[in-house]
């Protein structure tokens, strides 16, 4: 029986997480190996320099440059605050005088008599990084963050916006092809992960930003309605970015796509449980897929089982959701694997494989065009 290799989407109760956690530059780390941490805990932080801002002040008081620092009111390394005064001159026995105040707030980082500038660094950006997922962190990244590891459930997404939430999962619909109505929704779901069925319209989508959801998980949302929420159309290689209020999960794709029941009931059954989300999306090389996350407390020693799908295991048998058209998003069992490159439309010959789509039909795609799903 032949087997190859693609990557799939994971969903699964049981399987070891490590989130490797880092600063964009150089901080300190906060945390050891061995340390239980939970989502909002600070592993790492640093400071970004701020910009700069230069003030012509020699131009602005009519002097030479060469005579700036005999009327500097403040020197390299001071503090300055917006509106305050940089330098002063006076004339006509001190009566009259001519300033240059501060545009921003600050540090005086240099004073140039040979420009007749004047240089304020803005403050510094403090950044961030937080554990994300309640662990163990495992290892410390010198300088720069480390990894925490969990054990729990993982349910990849096929397409999210928004960053990274944490929040209880609430169960809004009642089946997995469900068509979610915002009235469902109440005060009760603020800061919850609300679990929707075959799509989440805009109307659902802004009643969920209304309430102080912090995540809505749905199996299919339509391209209008989305473009409608962003206020324009997607069309990056990497999302995650968005401001919308909440973090948005697709787990089967566009159009009204009903939930695959094995999601639906594996999120039914951790209801109530602390999820983290992040709905970050990277379609082209070093695919990043959008993820629910819930830690399972346990005293479990044994290993957990390898899955497949994590694996990218390929086989005669294995379920799969075609990514490309004409057959987007149709979910197929694999049926044969030739081994030999075949010769498609475009002209190219690439590796394909044989697949019964659910109504019966066998379709010859190429293996790029499908993923693995676990069912």
Known sequence: MGTAYTPGLIVTRDTLIRKERRLPVKGKVLVKVGDNVSPTDVIAQAELLGPLTTVRVADRLGIEPRMLPQVMRKQVGESVRSGEVLAETKSFFGLLKARVESPVDGTVEFISDVTGNVGI??????????????????????????????????????????????????????????????????????????????????????????????????????????????????????????????????????????????????????????????????????????????????????????????????EVGSRVRIIREPFFGKLATVVELPPEPRLIETGSRVRVLKARLDDGTIVTIPRANVELIEE
């Open 121 to 314: 660094r803005h403050p510094p950006t403090p950044v961030q990084v937080l554990a994300y997922i309640r662990g163990t962190v495992t290892d410390v990244i010198e300088d720069e963050g480390g990894i925490v590891e969990t054990r729990g459930a993982l349910i990849q997404g096929i397409f999210g916006i928004g960053g990274e939430a944490v929040g209880e999962i609430a169960i809004i619909a009642d089946s997995p092809d469900e068509d979610v109505k915002p009235s469902k929704l109440e005060d009760g779901h603020r800061g919850k992960v609300l679990v929707c069925g075959a799509v989440a319209r805009y109307e659902f989508l802004m009643a969920a930003q209304e309430v102080g959801a912090v995540g809505v998980v749905t199996g299919g949302i339509l391209d209008s309605d989305l473009a409608r929420l962003l206020g324009y159309e997607i069309g990056v290689a990497i999302t995650g970015q968005e401001e919308v209020g909440f973090t948005l999960i697709v787990t089967e794709g566009f159009g009204v796509m009903p939930m695959a029941r094995r999601t639906f009931e594996l999120l039914c059954s951790l209801s109530g449980m602390e999820a983290s989300i992040s709905g970050v999306t990277q379609i082209r090389a070093g695919v990043i897929r959008p993820e629910i996350i819930v830690p399972m407390r346990s005293n479990e020693t044994t290993p957990p089982k390898p899955s497949k799908v994590a694996m990218g295991i390929l």
